[in-house]
T-cell receptor, first 113, second 115 residues
Framework: DTGVSQNPRHKITKRGQNVTFRCDPISEHNRLYWYRQTLGQGPEFLTYFQNEAQLEKSRLLSDRFSAERPKGSFSTLEIQRTEQGDSAMYLCASSLGGVETQYFGPGTRLLVL | AQSVTQLDSQVPVFEEAPVELRCNYSSSVSVYLFWYVQYPNQGLQLLLKYLSGSTLVKGINGFEAEFNKSQTSFHLRKPSVHISDTAEYFC?????????????FGAGTQVVVTP
């Protein structure tokens, strides 16, 4: 399967703990996006990379959130000092270019207790 | 900035009946428009997209959508649904000045197909 993969698929953590999610995009895609989806809502944009450069961050992304894409391949999204409001599905997508189709991974579902 | 309104949160429909999912958008610039489908426990999958040209766009699985600039709408239709079309459908918009393709999604419409 050469689609977008995300790990872990599920994560349960206690409030205050740090968590890290990984996204592996389709290999030739230079653009990578992170979105967050809460129950009953559509995905909300969080941040975007072109190759290894992080070019845009949403105001939704507080300073407890950090994302990296070393070497322009996989990406990680870390949440420090998790809060219950961080509970959501975190989606990763990749594409060849700006309006090229974004291919989504299955998501990582986070539950903060 | 752009915003998307999906007018129906849930649409029940009988198998082999037609379905229309409504989407309206707001934007100060020209836009690209998309419909994605999310099956249970799966990632979002692109159904179709409008970038330019013909306002009637055909997608996968027999779906089509029509871009109406004057009404700022992009409604999705299928003439005859199957049980397997049960899923959540998201309309999304991207401003053409956003060269990096940031998508603004609607809240989604849950389609439930019953025999």
């Amino acid at each position: 399967d050469t689609g977008v993969s995300q790990n872990p698929r599920h994560k349960i953590t206690k409030r205050g703990q740090n968590v890290t999610f990984r996204c592996d995009p389709i290999s030739e895609h230079n653009r990578l996006y992170w979105y967050r989806q809460t129950l009953g809502q559509g995905p909300e944009f969080l941040t975007y990379f072109q190759n290894e450069a992080q070019l845009e961050k949403s105001r939704l992304l507080s300073d407890r959130f950090s994302a990296e894409r070393p070497k322009g391949s996989f990406s990680t999204l870390e949440i420090q000092r998790t809060e219950q409001g961080d509970s959501a599905m975190y989606l990763c997508a990749s594409s060849l270019g700006g309006v090229e189709t974004q291919y989504f991974g299955p998501g990582t579902r986070l539950l903060v207790l | 900035a752009q915003s998307v309104t999906q007018l129906d949160s849930q649409v029940p429909v009988f198998e082999e009946a037609p379905v229309e999912l409504r989407c309206n958008y707001s934007s100060s610039v020209s836009v690209y428009l998309f419909w994605y489908v999310q099956y249970p426990n799966q990632g979002l999958q692109l159904l179709l997209k409008y970038l330019s040209g013909s306002t009637l766009v055909k997608g996968i699985n027999g779906f089509e959508a029509e871009f109406n600039k004057s009404q700022t709408s992009f409604h999705l239709r299928k003439p005859s649904v199957h049980i397997s079309d049960t899923a959540e459908y998201f309309c999304a918009v991207s401003g053409i000045t956003d060269s990096w393709g940031k998508l603004q999604f609607g809240a989604g419409t849950q389609v439930v197909v019953t025999p």
